[in-house]
């Protein structure tokens, strides 16, 4: 007998496969069906070989979206009209820039976004344009192609000669015959400064030494300076604190002072205007009555007798 067969099962088994190999085939085509990209058109006046369909484009070099299409502008063909596909809402500005960019040794290109600032407005497509047109610089191989074509055309090759020829004439003037003998007496001079240096090298070795020695006592002597600044910084700390309290102890003392000032001011006042005066008197007639016994000692010391007899009379002149 033949197996029973479930159609069913089977049909179901095979849509679900078709079904999961076009998800894989469009996933791996990354096509329009999803809705997530937008599209820009660039124009490339270089060559881009190395750049393929479904190459990298990059912004700031992370991935972003790829190339959907390569051609030659139909109405300029020295440009190369790019097709991008590129992950909506990347930050595309009107001053973002393509670059094609090659990777390394192998060849392939890439497109590289870079530029973009924050406020510019986003890139959007003008009057008769398709899709929003992205502007393109120069590769970096360009630059040098071009740098390279410049140096070896025949105007650049001229450039080169005539520059090369003033060089030579400068070093021609340069390399005068007073300049070739300023030139061997310097090698000269440098020469015998060599043969002296080598003459006196044992002085320099000892020169040297005697540094090396100085330095090693300049060493000793700061590791001295640095165990004792401590204990001398100690001894200030003291003097310091010791000066602190001798300063208490004055302004305690000048206090002390200034109270028993005032207390006494009233007795200091009367003394000086009760007691000064008088005393002042006092020395007047002290100093009279010391005048006047001056001179009764002085009388005496002339006349010891009239403290007796009292003085005689004056003698009389003739005549009288």
């Known amino acids: 007998m033949e197996p029973k ?28 069906y999803r809705g997530s990209y937008d599209r820009y058109e660039a124009y490339m006046k270089e060559s881009v070989a190395g750049l393929s369909v479904n190459s990298t484009v990059k ?26 596909d590129i992950v909506r809402g990347t930050p595309i500005k009107t001053d973002t820039v393509a670059v094609l ?10 497109i590289n976004l870079t530029g973009g600032s924050r406020e510019a407005p986003a890139l959007a497509a003008l009057e008769g344009q398709d899709y929003p047109v992205i502007k393109t610089g120069p590769s970096l191989f360009f630059r040098l192609d071009e740098a390279v074509s410049r140096l ?29 003998t300023l030139l061997k007496r310097t090698i000269k001079d440098l020469s015998d400064v060599a043969q002296t240096i080598a003459a006196h090298r044992t002085q320099i070795d000892q020169s040297l030494n005697g540094a090396a020695r100085s330095a090693d006592n300049l060493v000793k002597l700061t590791a001295s300076l640095n165990a004792q600044v401590p204990v001398l910084l100690a001894g200030i700390d003291k003097s310091v604190a010791a000066l602190g309290t001798a300063a208490d102890e004055l302004a305690r003392t000048s206090k002390t002072v200034g109270t028993v000032v005032n207390e006494a001011r009233p007795e200091l006042q009367q003394f000086t205007k009760r007691t000064l005066p008088e005393a002042g008197i006092l020395v007047t007639e002290l100093r009279q009555l010391t005048s006047t016994l001056t001179r009764v000692a002085r009388e005496l010391e002339r006349e010891p007798s009239s403290l007796v007899f ?3 009379a004056p003698r009389r002149g003739p005549g009288e």
């Not at 159609?7 to 329009?32: C, Q």
């Not at 299409?69 to 109405?75: C, S």
């Not at 960019?101 to 890439?110: H, K, R, V, W």
């Open 5 to 32: 067969v479930n159609y069913v099962l089977v049909g179901s088994f095979v849509a679900f496969l078709g079904a999961a190999v076009l998800a894989g085939i469009l996933w791996l085509g990354k096509t329009d």
């Open 59 to 84: 912004y700031r070099g992370v991935d972003v979206g790829r190339v959907r299409d390569i051609t030659l502008r139909p109405d300029n063909p020295e440009e190369v009209l790019l097709t991008l």
């Open 101 to 110: 960019e090659t990777q390394g040794l192998t060849g392939l290109a890439t």
């Open 152 to 180: 070896l055309s025949e105007e650049g090759l001229a450039q080169l000669i005539v520059h090369l020829d003033s060089a030579a004439v400068g070093v021609a003037k340069i390399l005068d015959e007073e300049n070739r």
């Open 310 to 312: 009292g003085r005689k």
